[in-house]
T-cell receptor, first 114, second 115 residues
Framework: AQSVAQPEDQVNVAEGNPLTVKCTYSVSGNPYLFWYVQYPNRGLQFLLK??????LVKGSYGFEAEFNKSQTSFHLKKPSALVSDSALYFC????????????FGSGTRLQVQP | GAVVSQHPSWVICKSGTSVKIECRSLDFQATTMFWYRQFPKQSLMLMATSNEGSKATYEQGVEKDKFLINHASLTLSTLTVTSAHPEDSSFYIC???????????FGQGTRLTVV
């Protein structure tokens, strides 16, 4: 079985400061890891993914994430937060085995204060 | 990136009626699509895996006779909520797996309200 943990329900950060949203995972096989952002009553917007290769992945809107195999983590980061980054963020995992259904974390609400 | 179109984006129906939600992959063929349900302020829970040309695979606790899934072509999967009740009110999101790009693409979601 695969699982994702997002230990923080909410992260508060001041505009211009760096932000980190944490994610750890458990999966059989090699992980495929994803970050999505969701705005109210909307679907999911893709931010970035790790499939293979470089552990540091750069994605949309200045976000990046680092895959750490030993710590089974895939934390989302951004050097300088914007108020418009305030939203709900989901980490998700599947693997190179199995049926490709994504398992999602519980979500972390990011609040960026002006 | 690839686009998955989900329709309708919102629907209000009376208790006891059925509602059909469509999910289309617009520029790639998806042999496998997924249906998720999201309760307010909660995560996405996988309901079922929709397989083109065969029966859907339902997650434990999901009533297959209530949530009918049809995947008649490589670009279309439908979810029909039968005999809807207020407790079926939720946000439903479909997803299609793009094997070429190793990525899941999501529809815009459907807000179902049963009154």
């Amino acid at each position: 079985a695969q699982s994702v943990a997002q230990p923080e329900d909410q992260v508060n950060v001041a505009e211009g400061n760096p932000l980190t949203v944490k994610c750890t995972y458990s999966v059989s096989g090699n992980p495929y890891l994803f970050w999505y952002v969701q705005y109210p009553n909307r679907g999911l917007q893709f931010l970035l993914k790790y499939i293979t290769g470089d552990n540091l992945v750069k994605g949309s809107y200045g976000f990046e994430a680092e895959f750490n195999k030993s710590q089974t983590s895939f934390h989302l980061k951004k050097p300088s937060a914007l108020v418009s980054d305030s939203a709900l963020y989901f980490c998700a995992v599947t693997s190179d085995t199995g049926r490709r259904a994504l398992t999602f974390g519980s979500g972390t609400r990011l609040q960026v204060q002006p | 990136g690839a686009v998955v179109s989900q329709h309708p984006s919102w629907v209000i129906c009376k208790s006891g009626t059925s509602v059909k939600i469509e999910c289309r992959s617009l520029d790639f063929q998806a042999t496998t699509m997924f249906w998720y349900r999201q309760f307010p302020k909660q995560s996405l829970m996988l309901m079922a895996t929709s397989n083109e040309g065969s029966k859907a695979t339902y997650e434990q606790g999901v009533e297959k006779d209530k949530f009918l899934i049809n995947h008649a072509s490589l670009t279309l999967s439908t979810l029909t909520v039968t005999s809807a009740h207020p407790e079926d009110s939720s946000f439903y999101i479909c997803s299609a797996w793009d094997s070429l790009n190793t990525e899941a693409f999501f529809g815009q979601g459907t807000r179902l309200t049963v009154v």
